[in-house]
């Protein structure tokens, strides 16, 4: 479970690094087109990712439940046809969302872009991604059915560089040598998602081909595949719907405030289209492709803490239970409120290096690093509820903070401009992290006191690191200025480093790493000569 933890983890947080590393020539290119163009492309991509949580459906996770089951029970033949009607269903599910979305491109623009006519190719363009996105996540849930994470993570970092090499090739040949529309290059780079697509199947086909030999001798020696019931393909929708709800929770935000940032900012400022496409842009594609490297840190939490909390609850282990809920929160924090503390601290050279220096932007992304400590929580506590066969509470607290993410919107925006909708997405989120805690905590009382301690300990040494980084961070700027990439660059590198290394030095020195992560970490200190 931990290798496996460890291949979905970096294969997600490089494929993420790269995936913001791409913007710094992207941006070059697209000159003064850049505004508009990200805004386009942000747009474009919040209804790519709605589209391609429905289309996917939570199957490929319920396939891979399905296969490791019939495995254990060495039906190795069942759990192949399991496979074969799954991606059947998949190869349906690609083909009725990818013609939604080309062919009712416009309506689309019309319901989510405020009918932005230059949306509607990269919306066609995206269509045809979502062709074959599906097929892709059933062979990964396959492979992950016989607990083999690396074909995974390895697809989605070649996905990630067929993809990079496509658009940056598209739009230097669009915006450099043609001198051509960014409208053209947006769409080209969205399109870029379905070369990544086919590059990553090519890597599983390639994998389980390899594979194929063992697999026809587990099928023979297993015992032979059960009738599948008629209504298989029923109950797994079941399964997975939940998943779906929830995986679309944080792109479901994304999209209202996409739909209703333009309108409501209109109500209390005076602004030109450019001028709101830019603000959106910072807040809802800039900040949150920087932030979401870290969110997904506690995604790979959530996947480890699934199958270990969905085992104890077979096993009716109740004291168990607490004690694992208690060490995923306790988890979590260890990990997400120095990362985040430290994206805020690091903000300017941060932004700078990626986006070039803006005060606005850097201001956003400090914000958002806040934020994404209640994404995060999101993340985890709702997959701790459906371990735990709280489905129905999960997608009831998502419910509620969305409606108060509605209601609240308006008076945010008027109260904080542009910054309204980051504001009314953290009161929503710290909302559902609150109902959701308190469930958990009155159905599985797990040790408050303890984790409470652990979590003060926590904020504490990430405050200590938080400190020590900006004030490097205040000396430097003020004697080498802002603007400089290559200098934000280098100082970015250092702070990463000595921040790093005050909060490892503080959680080693009082062994608060080895109440959290386990008495392991003590050979690191012996290994660094910490007493």
């Known amino acids: 479970m931990l290798k496996g933890s460890v291949w979905m983890t970096a294969g997600s947080i490089f494929s993420r690094v790269l995936g913001a590393i791409y913007i710094i020539p992207w941006m070059a290119w697209m000159g003064s087109s850049y505004p508009s163009a990200n805004a386009l492309f942000a747009k474009g991509y919040n209804i790519y990712s709605l589209f391609l949580i429905i289309s996917t459906a939570g199957i490929p996770g319920a396939i891979s439940k399905q296969i490791s089951h019939y495995n254990a029970l060495d039906e190795y033949a069942t759990g192949n046809s399991l496979f074969k009607q799954g991606l059947k269903i998949m190869a349906l599910m690609g083909i009725i969302f990818g013609a939604i979305m080309f062919f009712g491109a416009s309506f689309i623009a019309f319901l989510f872009t405020d009918s932005d006519p230059n949306s509607i190719p990269v919306i066609k363009s995206l269509g045809v991604a979502v062709l074959v996105i599906p097929i892709l996540s059933i062979l990964r849930g396959y492979l992950q059915g016989y607990s083999d994470m690396a074909p995974s993570a390895i697809s989605q970092l070649v996905e990630q560089i067929a993809r990079v090499i496509y658009m940056l090739l598209a739009t230097y040949l669009i915006m450099q040598v043609q001198k051509g529309s960014y409208v053209d290059a947006v769409t080209q780079s969205t399109f870029a998602a379905f070369i990544g697509a086919i590059f990553a199947i090519?890597?599983?086909l390639i994998y389980i081909f390899r594979k194929l030999p063992k697999l026809r001798e587990l099928s023979r020696n297993g015992k032979p595949a059960s009738t599948l019931d008629k209504n298989f393909a029923r109950e797994i929708f079941e399964q997975a719907f939940p998943f779906i709800i929830m995986d679309a929770g944080i792109t479901f935000f994304n999209l209202f405030d996409q739909s209703t940032f333009q309108q409501f900012m209109l109500m209390f400022v005076k602004a030109s289209k450019v001028q709101l496409d830019n603000y959106y842009s910072l807040?809802?594609?800039?900040?949150?492709k920087l932030i979401m490297i870290i969110v997904s840190l506690s995604t790979a939490m959530a996947v480890t803490a699934v199958p270990i909390l969905s085992g104890l609850?077979?096993?009716?282990?109740?004291?168990?239970i607490e004690k694992q809920i208690a060490n995923t929160i306790e988890l979590f924090f260890f990990i997400m409120i120095p990362s985040a503390l430290g994206m805020y601290a690091v903000a300017q050279p941060l932004w700078t290096t990626f986006y070039r220096y803006d005060a606005l932007g850097i201001s956003m992304l400090q914000f958002s690093s806040i934020m994404s400590i209640l994404l995060g929580l999101f993340t985890v506590l709702s997959a701790v509820l459906q371990a735990l066969y709280r489905n129905r509470l999960a997608i009831r607290y998502l419910v509620i903070g969305f409606i108060v993410k509605v209601l609240i919107q308006v008076p945010m925006i008027g109260m904080f401009h542009e910054y309204g909708p980051l504001v009314a997405t953290s009161i929503s989120m710290?909302?559902?992290?609150?109902?959701?805690?308190?469930?958990?905590?009155?159905?599985?009382p797990f040790n408050i006191e303890r984790t409470e301690n652990r979590i003060s300990g926590i904020i504490i040494?990430?405050?200590a690191m938080f400190i020590v980084v900006a004030i490097i961070n205040w000396i430097v700027f003020r004697f080498v200025g802002n603007s400089d990439r290559i200098v934000s660059l280098f100082v970015l590198i250092i702070e990463a480093i000595i921040g790093a290394g005050v909060f490892g030095y503080l959680v080693l020195k009082t062994k608060l790493a080895d109440k959290i992560l386990g008495s392991r970490v003590a050979r690191i200190r012996r290994l660094v000569k910490i007493k």
Do not use: P, T
Request: glycine share 6%.
């Open 283 to 288: 807040f809802g594609f800039q900040a949150n």
């Open 461 to 463: 040494f990430s405050v």
């Open 313 to 320: 609850f077979a096993k009716g282990d109740k004291h168990d």
């Open 430 to 444: 710290a909302v559902i992290c609150w109902l959701m805690l308190r469930k958990l905590y009155e159905i599985y």
């Open 202 to 204: 090519a890597i599983l």
